[in-house]
C-alpha cells in the first residue's frame, strides 16, 4: 500500500523566514509526486514532480525530488502571512491515478 | 474560467437521511475523483469516475455509499442513511486527459457534511 509522510506537523516562523517542509513515501510504481496549499477550501495545486533531481520553481517556492532517497521538500523563502496553511504531499503510483496525501504540514507565519 | 464547482458548500442531515453531493468539473476536465478528509485525517480517495463509468471505487465504503457520473450534469456522490461517523469534508477533483502520465487533479472547495 501506498504511504506518505509528512514532517512536521506543524510549523511557526516569522515572516521572512525560509522554511523546508518534508514528504517522504513509498509506493509500488512511482508516477507522480504532488504539492498542494490547503486554506480555508480547495487544495490548490502547486507543483508536479516525475522525475528525480528536477527542481521545480514558482517565486518563492520551489521543489525537490530524489526517487533514489523517496522523498520531496518544498521550500518557501522569504515567508509572508500569505503563505500560512497546510502544505499537503501527494502520490501516484502507476495504475491508478488516485492521489494518496500525506497528512499535511500546517504552516503558521506570523508578522 | 470557471474553476470545480461543488454544491452545497454546507450539508446539514439528521440521522437516517440521504445526502447528495454535486460536483461540476472544470471546463475540458473529463475525469472527477471524490476524496473524504476526516477531521485530523488527510485526503482519503473515494471514487475515480470519466463520464458514465466508475474507473476505480476501491476507496468507496462498500454500503450506503455511491457516485455517478452522466453524460449530462455533474458528478453526484449519493450518501444513503447518514450516519454521525460521514460528517466529514467531501473534495471532488477533476482532470484532463492523462499525457504521458501526468495527472494533475484540481480540487474544487469541498462540502462540509454535518451529521446531526
Redesign the interface.
Known amino acids: 500500500e501506498d504511504k ?1 509522510v509528512q514532517s512536521p506537523l506543524s510549523l511557526v516562523v516569522h515572516e521572512g523566514d525560509t522554511v523546508t517542509l518534508n514528504c517522504s513515501y513509498e509506493v509500488t510504481n512511482f ?2 509526486l ?1 504539492w ?1 496549499k490547503q486554506e480555508k ?5 502547486l507543483f ?1 514532480l ?1 522525475s528525480s533531481g528536477i527542481e521545480k520553481k514558482s517565486g518563492r517556492l520551489s521543489s525537490i525530488l530524489d526517487k533514489k532517497e523517496l522523498f520531496s521538500i518544498l521550500n518557501i523563502t522569504a515567508t509572508q502571512t500569505g503563505d500560512s496553511a497546510i502544505y ?1 504531499c ?1 502520490l ?1 503510483g ?1 495504475g ?9 504540514t500546517k504552516l503558521s507565519v506570523i508578522p | 474560467n470557471a ?2 464547482m461543488q454544491n452545497p458548500r454546507h450539508l446539514v442531515r439528521r440521522r437516517g437521511q440521504e445526502a447528495r453531493l454535486r460536483c461540476s468539473p472544470m471546463k475540458g476536465h473529463s ?1 472527477v ?1 471524490w ?1 473524504r478528509q476526516l477531521p ?6 473515494m471514487v ?1 469516475l470519466q463520464k458514465e463509468n466508475i ?2 471505487e ?2 468507496m465504503p462498500k454500503e450506503r455509499f455511491s457516485a455517478e457520473f452522466p453524460k449530462e450534469g455533474p458528478s453526484i456522490l449519493r450518501i444513503q442513511q447518514v450516519v454521525r461517523g460521514d460528517s466529514a469534508a467531501y ?1 471532488c ?1 477533476s ?1 484532463p486527459p ?1 499525457v504521458n ?10 462540502t462540509r457534511l454535518t451529521v446531526l
Open positions: 506518505v508516477r507522480s504532488l498542494y477550501k480547495a487544495p490548490t495545486f508536479m516525475t499537503l501527494a501516484s502507476a491508478s491515478y488516485q492521489l494518496t496525501f500525506g497528512k499535511g | 474553476g470545480v475525469h475523483y476524496y485530523e485525517e488527510g485526503l482519503k480517495f475515480y474507473i476505480d476501491s476507496g473534495f477533483a482532470s492523462a502520465g501526468r495527472n494533475e487533479q484540481f480540487f474544487g472547495p469541498g
